[in-house]
Each structure stands twice: as structure tokens, then as C-alpha cells.
């Protein structure tokens, strides 16, 4: 797919088929994550993924949606490491940015794969904790499904590229 096309095509699936994903696709959708840019290049991360087919009650603790829990063959969750990761001089920790960067790298990867995704961030941080056996540090930052789509886009809603990008001054 075009890049240009990959972005517009893009959306938050809510609804998937059970079909399985094929190996060497997930294996592309799983690099595109690891070759994100980090900062400093710390790669203060991890990502876990989730055969969903037998465990729907566990993640559904962690998710209430059906789509979520029952649907697609995967779940993905993209969690950081902030001792591990680039502080700048004040102080300010870009684990998250790092985390959602390469969370982006993957959901991109993956629309191109014709795969849907969509980023979760209304999680039960406990329960991810728990299901997932994250250690201590370990902090869980955003879901995905991943699977093939069972639904269609809706027209996107943006503000306009004037409202949001500023020319040389706020
Ligand atoms: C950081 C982040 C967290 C989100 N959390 C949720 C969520 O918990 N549940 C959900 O259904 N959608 C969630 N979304 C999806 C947004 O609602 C969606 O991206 C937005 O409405 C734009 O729609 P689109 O992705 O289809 O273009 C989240 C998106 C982002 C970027």
C-alpha cells in the first residue's frame, strides 16, 4: 500500500473476524515495532501478544468489550520500562512518548497488512498487571486487538489543519 494510503486507510477497528493471522505478517507487523525511534536510543519497552482463544474471561477484566476480548486472534499491549528510558535535564520522561511511538509503528505495519487495530487506553492497569505477569517497573501503557477487520471506517472527524498546525508562532 502507498504510505499516504496506509495513514487515510487507517481507523479504529471494533469489530473482527476470528480468521487467523499469517506467521511471516505478524513477523512484519512485530519489526515495524522494534524499528521505531527511541529516545537515545534506550528501547525502554516491550511489547506482549496475547493468543486470545481461551482466555476471553481473563482479558476481558482487563477490557470489557467484546471486540476486544473475543474477536480478533491476537491482543497486543505495548508497555514501558521509565527507569530504563531518556529523562531529559527537568525531568521529563519520554517512556511514553518512546511506547507510543512504536505502538504507532505497529498499528501503521498493520493496516498495511490489511490487519485492523485499535489503540486502547481505558484499560484496568491492576488487571493488566495481573494477566500479563508484568514485574515491577513493567508499566502497561496501550492495548490493541490485532486481527483482520469485521467492520467498515466511518468518515473521520479532524479538526481542521489550520486550527492544529501553527506558522512560526502559537
Ligand atoms: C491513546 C489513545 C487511547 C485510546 N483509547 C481508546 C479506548 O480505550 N477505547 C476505544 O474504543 N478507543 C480508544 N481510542 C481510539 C480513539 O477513540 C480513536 O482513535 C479516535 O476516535 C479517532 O478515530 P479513528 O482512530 O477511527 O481515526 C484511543 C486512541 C488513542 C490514540
Redesign the pocket.
Known amino acids: 500500500m502507498d504510505f499516504a494510503e496506509v495513514i487515510r486507510r ?3 477497528v ?1 469489530a473482527y473476524q476470528r480468521r487467523a493471522i499469517e506467521e511471516d505478517v505478524l513477523q512484519r507487523v512485530l519489526e515495524a515495532f522494534v524499528l521505531a525511534p527511541t529516545a537515545a536510543n534506550r528501547q525502554a519497552f516491550g511489547l506482549v501478544v496475547i493468543p486470545t482463544a481461551g482466555r476471553e474471561p481473563e482479558l476481558a477484566r482487563i ?1 470489557g ?1 467484546d471486540w476486544f476480548a473475543a474477536q480478533a486472534p491476537l491482543v497486543v499491549c505495548a508497555c514501558a520500562i521509565p527507569d530504563q528510558g531518556w529523562v531529559r535535564r527537568d525531568g521529563k520522561s519520554y517512556a511514553d512518548v518512546d511506547v ?1 511511538i512504536a505502538m504507532d509503528h505497529l498499528i501503521l505495519a498493520a493496516t498495511n497488512e490489511g490487519l485492523g487495530t ?6 484496568d492497569p491492576a488487571a493488566a498487571r495481573e494477566v500479563l505477569g508484568l514485574p515491577e517497573g513493567v508499566e502497561p501503557i ?1 492495548f490493541s486487538p490485532l486481527g483482520y477487520p469485521a467492520d467498515m ?2 468518515p ?2 479532524r479538526k481542521r489543519l489550520e486550527q492544529l498546525v501553527h506558522q512560526e508562532r502559537w
Open positions: 487507517r481507523y479504529s471494533r477490557y468489550r507510543a485499535c489503540w486502547i487506553g481505558a484499560f496501550a471506517p466511518k473521520k472527524r
